[in-house]
């Protein structure tokens, strides 16, 4: 079994950043892609950034510039760094992880962590 565990969510105000992170455990042995979505209320699930096992990464058009993703395959995390926070940001954001143990493809879900920008 795989769990996540997401950490570094909070309430900021306009223009600070935050840090989100989240770890790995369990039997998940070949990481392929890491990223980070997020749900606003009322809206839908929607991708912020991904980062894949060759370092490759790609980013929702309105947090180009601002949010920076990274992971450490040794340590099975991954990160995410949010500079220029605006208030459109405030949504829970999910950690994904999508990889093997074995043959068995996962795709596994954080439990979410709330980000709230309002001045």
């Known amino acids: 079994q795989v769990q996540l565990v997401e950490s570094g969510g909070g309430s900021v105000q306009p223009g600070e950043s935050l840090r989100l992170s989240c770890a790995a455990s369990?039997?998940?042995?070949?990481?392929?892609?890491m990223g980070w979505y997020r749900q606003a209320p009322g809206k839908e699930r929607e991708l912020v950034a991904v980062i894949n096992s060759d370092g490759s990464t790609n980013y929702a058009d309105s947090v180009k510039g601002r949010f920076t993703i990274s992971r450490d395959n040794g340590k099975k995390t991954v990160a995410l760094q949010m500079n220029s926070l605006k208030p459109d940001d405030t949504a829970v954001y999910y950690c994904?992880?999508?990889?093997?143990?074995?043959?068995?493809?996962?795709?596994?879900w954080g439990q979410g962590t709330l980000v709230t920008v309002s001045s």
């Open positions: 369990g039997s998940i042995f070949l990481i392929n892609a």
């Open positions: 994904n992880v999508r990889g093997y143990s074995g043959y068995r493809y996962l795709d596994v």
